[in-house]
Each structure stands twice: as structure tokens, then as C-alpha cells.
């Protein structure tokens, strides 16, 4: 879990290359609604206005999820801003990670602001549908992240490689 440009696809995807891990990115749920919306192309569709689609989109992916053979890893991924909701949605996580009897780790990533804004506009970014406008990025780190769990890990991606932050990860299941 993390701010957007913090990096958690991209240490998502090292840590599913180091332990084969399937990743679940948040973007796998929110384009399946933003990009036929046409979101972050002009259109006056806001992020409230996708919620309940999404929400259905995420029902299918957990189930499928759930569904998965027992031998097979998630990653998630996701941006929670603080709220009931929000942290319904990690003991959601954590209810499906028991019933599939797997280990939940909950990653709370962190990263200053300027570390933030300078990675917002990165090309890649703008290939997954993925929020490139610092403007809107600097209102959204306004808005406070949910709190991790007593049994989160925090991870400030400041100044570590993403490598390092798996590192990190893996160490902590030690």
C-alpha cells in the first residue's frame, strides 16, 4: 500500500521475479473502469464516480483470486487513503490470504513528497493509465493514508532501491 509514484508496482514486480509471486495491481481493477471512461483524458469523470464499478471489478478479481490454486502467491497493490472503508478492504485481504491459507504481509510504502513529485511524470506511468499530473498527485498527498496495521511493515522508498525494499520484505518473513 502506498501513495501513488511511491513504487509499489515496481517492487511488486521484483518481489513476484524473486519468489514467483503473482502480482495484483491495482491498475488491473481501476482501467478496467478508467480506461473505457476515458479517465485522464479530459473526460469530466471523477475517481467518485468509478467507485461502485470498481468495486465490482475487485468482487471478480478476489474471487478469482480465491479461486487460484493453493500453490500460487499474490502480490497487491493498492493506494488507501484513510477511512472505514479502506480498512475493510485490508481485513478483506487478510480473510482471503486465511481461507487460502497463505501468509498475509501487509507493506505500507512510503516516500517524501518531492521523491513523490519528481517520479509522478515518469513515460511509464502514463503506459498503465497511471496518474502523471503532479498537481493532482500534490492534492491527493493532502488527503491521509490509512494507518498500517499493527502488524504492517513500512518501507520509505525515499532513498532505497526497489531491490532493497524486497529485501526488506523478504527479510521481515524471516
Given at each position: 500500500?502506498?501513495?501513488?509514484?511511491?513504487?509499489?508496482?515496481?517492487?511488486?514486480?521484483?518481489?513476484?521475479?524473486?519468489?514467483?509471486?503473482?502480482?495484483?495491481?491495482?491498475?488491473?481493477?481501476?482501467?478496467?473502469?478508467?480506461?473505457?471512461?476515458?479517465?485522464?483524458?479530459?473526460?469530466?469523470?471523477?475517481?467518485?464516480?468509478?467507485?461502485?464499478?470498481r468495486?465490482?471489478?475487485?468482487?471478480?478479481?478476489?474471487?478469482?483470486?480465491?479461486?487460484?490454486?493453493?500453490?500460487?502467491?499474490?502480490v497487491?497493490?493498492?493506494?488507501?487513503?484513510?477511512?472505514?472503508?479502506?480498512?475493510?478492504?485490508?481485513?478483506?485481504?487478510?480473510?482471503?490470504?486465511?481461507?487460502?491459507?497463505?501468509?498475509?504481509?501487509?507493506?505500507?510504502?512510503?516516500?517524501?513528497?518531492?521523491?513523490?513529485?519528481?517520479?509522478?511524470?515518469?513515460?511509464?506511468?502514463?503506459?498503465?493509465?497511471?496518474?502523471?499530473?503532479?498537481?493532482?498527485?500534490?492534492?491527493?498527498?493532502?488527503?491521509?493514508?490509512?494507518?498500517?496495521?499493527?502488524?504492517?511493515?513500512?518501507?520509505?522508498?525515499?532513498?532505497?532501491a526497489?531491490?532493497?525494499?524486497?529485501?526488506?520484505?523478504?527479510?521481515?518473513?524471516?
Amino acid at each position: 500500500m502506498g501513495p501513488p509514484a511511491v513504487g509499489k508496482l515496481t517492487i511488486a514486480r521484483e518481489l513476484a521475479s524473486r519468489c514467483g509471486a503473482i502480482v495484483v495491481d491495482n491498475h488491473l481493477v481501476n482501467n478496467a473502469v478508467f480506461v473505457p471512461l476515458g479517465l485522464n483524458r479530459g473526460e469530466e469523470v471523477s475517481l467518485a464516480d468509478t467507485d461502485a464499478l470498481r468495486a465490482r471489478v475487485l468482487d471478480v478479481v478476489l474471487e478469482a483470486t480465491e479461486a487460484a490454486p493453493a500453490r500460487f502467491s499474490h502480490v497487491f497493490t493498492i493506494w488507501l487513503p484513510e477511512g472505514p472503508g479502506n480498512a475493510a478492504y485490508v481485513e478483506r485481504l487478510r480473510d482471503l490470504a486465511h481461507r487460502r491459507g497463505a501468509r498475509f504481509v501487509p507493506v505500507w510504502l512510503t516516500a517524501d513528497a518531492g521523491a513523490l513529485l519528481s517520479r509522478v511524470d515518469a513515460p511509464e506511468r502514463a503506459q498503465r493509465s497511471k496518474l502523471t499530473d503532479a498537481a493532482v498527485l500534490q492534492d491527493l498527498l493532502e488527503v491521509p493514508l490509512l494507518a498500517a496495521p499493527e502488524d504492517g511493515l513500512t518501507i520509505d522508498t525515499t532513498k532505497i532501491a526497489p531491490a532493497q525494499a524486497v529485501t526488506q520484505i523478504l527479510e521481515s518473513l524471516r
